[in-house]
């Protein structure tokens, strides 16, 4: 595909480019490049304690990163790659350490965007942060990468981002798979293809969390989101629900229930709430579609709950 030629090139020379993938759009660097992962944590304003994900076109790649790949991190590959699944494994010496946060562990997935993949088999591994300014929501549309760093700034354009939210992380210790961030793969999914007890740590707060990111409070935006049912209306609140009879109003916004629709618009949604100047999120709840959606239920509840309050 030639024209990626031009984004191919600038990974080659050290550069940075936003790429999308499945989640959200991500933010480029070669992963053996240790200026221009420096780069990545500077353009970001990413604390150097926040790890990055490897993102690789091919499974034996996972190779020049990790020691030994478990045969049970083989098996979900094999069934959830290319797809939003990012392992956590012993890395390999080599592996630098601005990638892993000076952590013994690497992280990898391979993203199944077409483009994504077409433009990491050019370039090879890839560090892939989202590519939003740290402190904003991830990125979900090449608008939404300029709004962060502008309208120059080298981005392949792959439109909206299907699943909206990012990648699930999981790890592995004594036979269990723990979910270190959850996502559109959900424990239900990993227990039957793995038949493995599945350990979720990420609604720890304690201070040594096994995914540093967790300590870190993203996708905030600037308007006050609640998460609690509707009683009243106002103009200066922008309500995401479930269904609405209020659609006619342009700051309400109905999901039909769709707990997938919403994974895929929400952080679209909160940069609007923001431009268009509204105070308040109101979130109602969606508690009763957990058995429906239980994957996009744990991964929308994580997000929502970091911007509370
Ligand atoms: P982001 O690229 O911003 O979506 O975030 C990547 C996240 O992956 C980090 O914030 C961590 O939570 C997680 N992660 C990356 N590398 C590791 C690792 N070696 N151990 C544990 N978690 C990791
Ligand atoms: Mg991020």
């Excluded at 981002?161 to 424990?187: N, Y």
């Excluded at 709840?285 to 997000?303: K, V």
Aim: hydrophobic share 35%.
């Amino acid at each position: 595909m030639s024209d990626l030629a031009p984004f191919v090139k600038i990974i080659h020379e050290g550069g940075i480019v936003a790429f999308p993938t499945e989640t959200v759009y991500g933010l480029g660097a070669d992963a053996w490049d240790p200026e221009a992962i420096q780069r990545i944590f500077e353009t970001k304003g990413r604390p150097s304690d926040n790890p990055l994900i490897v993102h690789l076109s091919n499974v034996k790649e996972a190779e020049d990163f990790v020691e030994v790949i478990p045969e049970v991190a083989k098996l979900l590959m094999k069934h959830f790659w290319p797809g939003p699944l990012t392992f956590v494994l012993p890395k390999k010496r080599e592996v630098l350490d601005s990638v892993t946060a000076g952590l013994s562990t690497v992280a990898l997935r391979i993203p199944s965007h077409p483009k994504a993949l077409e433009f990491i088999k050019q370039t090879g591994p890839l560090v892939g942060p989202s590519a939003n300014r740290s402190g904003k929501p991830s990125p979900t549309k090449a608008e939404h990468v300029k709004e962060d760093f502008g309208d120059d700034f080298p981005i392949i354009d792959g439109g909206s981002t299907k699943v909206g939210l990012e990648s699930t992380v999981i790890g592995f210790q004594d036979d269990h798979i723990i979910i270190m961030r959850p996502g559109k793969i959900g424990a239900d999914e990993l227990k039957s293809v793995t038949g493995l007890k599945i350990i979720e740590e990420y609604t720890n707060n304690d201070d040594t969390p096994k995914s540093p990111g967790q300590k870190y409070s993203h996708y905030k935006p600037q308007a006050h989101v609640v998460y609690k049912g509707i009683s009243t209306f106002n103009d200066h609140t922008m309500y995401l629900m479930q269904s609405a009879s209020h659609v006619y109003q342009d700051n309400v916004i109905c999901y039909n229930g769709d707990l997938k629709q919403l994974s895929k618009e929400l952080y679209d949604r909160f940069r609007q709430a923001d431009h268009l100047g509204y105070k308040h999120i109101h979130i109602e709840p969606f508690d009763d579609l957990r058995s429906r959606y239980p994957a996009y239920y744990e991964a929308l509840m994580n997000r929502i709950q970091k911007t509370l309050g």
